[in-house]
Nanobody, 126 residues
Framework: QVQLVESGGGLVQAGGSLRLSCAAS????????MAWFRQAPEKEREFVAA????????RYADSVKGRFTISRDNAKNTVYLQMNSLKPEDTAVYYC???????????????????WGKGTLVTVSS
């Protein structure tokens, strides 16, 4: 059974930084594009960032562009999300996602994800 396990969430003040990690197991990691989504209370789950299977291409939501960086280490089956200059509106549960194949990153949406992690909570205080 495929597992995606997020870690690194927590409480941080506005302007601070956090680094999320997602360790994948029981899947052929280099065959999957990886992404991060987030869901704030009473809001729909939204796309944050994605990275291609080989790591050569990335895509970001406009709301995080220039502040967040997605990366991956295929040798460790792990994807990361470095979050800088955090804002209170970044508060949400952050989910790791995996999508098999090599389709363009702009087609990664909630419905196209094959596997989800259980999420890690990020809280940004003002």
């Amino acid at each position: 059974q495929v597992q995606l396990v997020e870690s690194g969430g927590g409480l941080v003040q506005a302007g601070g930084s956090l680094r999320l990690s997602c360790a994948a197991s029981r899947l052929t990691f280099p065959s999957y594009a990886m992404a991060w989504f987030r869901q704030a209370p009473e809001k729909e789950r939204e796309f944050v960032a994605a990275i291609s299977s080989g790591g050569g291409s990335t895509r970001y939501a406009d709301s995080v562009k220039g502040r967040f960086t997605i990366s991956r280490d295929n040798a460790k089956n792990t994807v990361y999300l470095q979050m800088n200059s955090l804002k209170p509106e970044d508060t949400a549960v952050y989910y790791c996602a995996a999508r098999r194949g090599f389709r363009p990153l702009d087609t990664i949406v909630v419905k196209s994800v094959d596997y989800w992690g259980k999420g890690t909570l990020v809280t940004v205080s003002s």
